[in-house]
Nanobody, 125 residues
Framework: QVQLVESGGGLVQAGGSLRLSCAAS????????MGWFRQAPGKDRKFVAG????????YYADSVKGRFTISIDNAKNTVDLQMNSLKPEDTAIYYC??????????????????WGQGTQVTVSS
């Protein structure tokens, strides 16, 4: 089992920055990929960014490319999401997720076995 706890959400003005952090515990060595997803009110949960442990490759949704950066600190077992140039449309609950098998692409929501409880990000205009 892997436990994930997100932190760092909050209210920020458009153009501002936030850094989300996901603390992982449990059998973290067994995870093949980590990802961040977000869910706006009334909408489906969508991929934001992902990281594959074996290759170190990173993946981003088109809507956040150039603004968001995912990073992993293996020593601390954390996965961070640095969010810059935030827009009101970035408002959502952000979830951290862990993939145990590495079978599906990190952008595929079906790839993930473990999820955090989410942290709210609100961007005001």
């Amino acid at each position: 089992q892997v436990q994930l706890v997100e932190s760092g959400g909050g209210l920020v003005q458009a153009g501002g920055s936030l850094r989300l952090s996901c603390a992982a515990s449990g059998r973290t060595f067994s995870t093949k990929a980590m990802g961040w997803f977000r869910q706006a009110p009334g909408k489906d949960r969508k991929f934001v960014a992902g990281f594959t442990r074996s290759s170190g490759a990173t993946y981003y949704a088109d809507s956040v490319k150039g603004r968001f950066t995912i990073s992993i600190d293996n020593a601390k077992n954390t996965v961070d999401l640095q969010m810059n140039s935030l827009k009101p449309e970035d408002t959502a609950i952000y979830y951290c997720a862990a993939d145990r098998t590495g079978i599906l692409h990190p952008s595929d929501i079906g790839a993930y076995d473990y999820w955090g409880q989410g942290t709210q990000v609100t961007v005001s205009s």
